[in-house]
């Protein structure tokens, strides 16, 4: 079983750009990791996940050109760069994970406590 905890949220201005982090207990490179998020009264969304292999899939089109995942599995860590941040980004956002050596497709398992993004002038 994997611990997640999320790090790096806050209060950003449009345009402006912020740097999440997702720190797993241990063996990252046994887990495929996604990032959620959830907005007030909103149901939660997948917004994309990175494989063991390294490759992203995108659960949403909102993100895709601002948004970026990446694993450094040597520090057990992945990291969500978001760029060019909009009002409707704001949201708690939540990284998880599959059971191990499971893909992007699996159900997820593992959650984080969330971090919140707020984006607003």
């Known amino acids: 079983q994997v611990q997640l905890v999320e790090s790096g949220g806050g209060l950003v201005q449009p345009g402006g750009s912020l740097r999440l982090s997702c720190a797993a207990s241990?063996?990252?490179?046994?887990?495929?990791i996604g990032w959620f998020r959830q907005a007030p009264g909103k149901e939660r969304e997948g917004i994309l996940c990175?494989?063991?292999?390294?490759?992203?899939?995108y659960y949403v089109d909102s993100v895709k050109g601002r948004f970026t995942i990446s694993r450094h599995n040597a520090i057990n860590t992945v990291y969500l760069q978001m760029d060019s941040l909009k009002p409707e980004d704001t949201a708690v956002y939540y990284c998880a994970a599959p059971r191990q050596f499971r893909d992007c497709s699996a159900s997820y398992d593992y959650w984080g406590q969330g971090t919140q993004v707020t984006v607003s002038s």
């Open positions: 990175i494989s063991r292999s390294d490759v992203t899939t």
């Open positions: 241990g063996y990252l490179n046994r887990y495929a």
